[in-house]
C-alpha cells in the first residue's frame, strides 16, 4: 500500500502542475492516465461501479465524483482531483483541491480549513481510539471556522478493495464507532462546503453538488494506525 500510495500522491503532484485557466478536465484525466501507466500501477477508478474516468475532476460547486470531460476551467474555479492506484493488488486513495489563477478569499478560506481538517481528523487517529475520534475532530475544526462537512459521503476503509469497512464520516461524536486497531488501513477525506451540507446528485448519476450552489473542497490521505502517529501512505 506505501508503494500504491507514492503513486497516488506522484500523479497529484504532477496534475497540480497542469492546473490554468483554458485546460479541459479531459485532458488532465489523459494526464493521470499516462502518468500511472508510466508507474507500473493502475488507476482505482477507472471501471469501477462503470465509472468512466482515471480521475475524478470536481469544479466549484461538485464536491466529488465529477466525470472529465469538455470543461474548461476558467479563473476563479476552484478544482477537486481525487485519484486512486492499484500496485500489486492494493489500492491507495488521495484527493487534493486547487484554485485557478486568482480565486476569490472565500475559496482560499475554504481550501485552507478543508486541508487543515483532513490534518486534525488524521491526528485523532490512534490506536485504542475510535473512528469518531476523527469525525469529531474533523466537524469541530470546519465548523468552528464557519464552513459546513458533507454528512452524506464519508472516508472509508481501503486495501486491496478500494471501499472497504469502517466508514469514516467527518461527523460524529468522540468514542463512538469501530475501534481503531494497529494496522488498520483508511481513506480519511473531508468534503466540506461554504454553504450547507446537503448534496444533489447530477443527472450523470456520478458527480454530487452542493444543494445550495456554495463551492467545495475535497482533501483525501491514506493511513495506516500505528502505535503512535496514523502514518500517511499518499506521500510522495
Known amino acids: 500500500m506505501r508503494q500504491a500510495g507514492r503513486v497516488v500522491a506522484a500523479v497529484l503532484e504532477r496534475l497540480k502542475e497542469e492546473i490554468k485557466p483554458g485546460v479541459m478536465t479531459r485532458h488532465l484525466d489523459m494526464i493521470a ?73 472565500q475559496a ?23 473512528v469518531g475520534d476523527i469525525s469529531a475532530a474533523i466537524q469541530s475544526y470546519v465548523e468552528g471556522k464557519g464552513f459546513s ?24 461524536s468522540p468514542g463512538e464507532g469501530p475501534l481503531l486497531q494497529k494496522g488498520m488501513t483508511m481513506a480519511v477525506e473531508p468534503m466540506v462546503t461554504a454553504g450547507s451540507w446537503r448534496t444533489r446528485l447530477a443527472p450523470n448519476r456520478w458527480t454530487v453538488l452542493t444543494a445550495d450552489g456554495s463551492l467545495a473542497a475535497h482533501f483525501e490521505h491514506t493511513i495506516v494506525i500505528t502505535d503512535d502517529e496514523a502514518e500517511i501512505l499518499t506521500l510522495v
Open 33 to 105: 492516465q499516462r502518468e500511472v501507466k508510466k508507474y507500473g500501477a493502475r488507476a482505482s477508478f477507472k471501471g469501477y461501479r462503470g465509472f468512466p474516468a482515471h480521475l475524478c475532476v470536481s469544479v466549484n460547486d461538485e464536491i466529488v465524483h465529477g466525470i472529465p470531460g469538455a470543461r474548461e476551467l476558467k479563473e476563479g474555479d476552484i478544482v477537486s482531483l481525487d485519484f486512486g492506484a492499484i500496485v500489486k493488488g492494493f489500492h491507495g486513495d488521495a484527493a487534493i483541491t486547487v484554485g485557478v489563477g486568482k480565486i476569490s478569499s
Open 108 to 130: 482560499e478560506e475554504l481550501i485552507a480549513v478543508t486541508q487543515t481538517a483532513l490534518m486534525v481528523g488524521i491526528k485523532a487517529a490512534r490506536c485504542g481510539g475510535h
Open 149 to 172: 462537512v458533507v454528512r452524506e459521503y464519508s472516508g472509508h476503509g481501503i486495501g486491496r478493495d478500494l471501499h472497504e469497512d469502517p466508514l469514516v464520516p467527518n461527523f460524529g
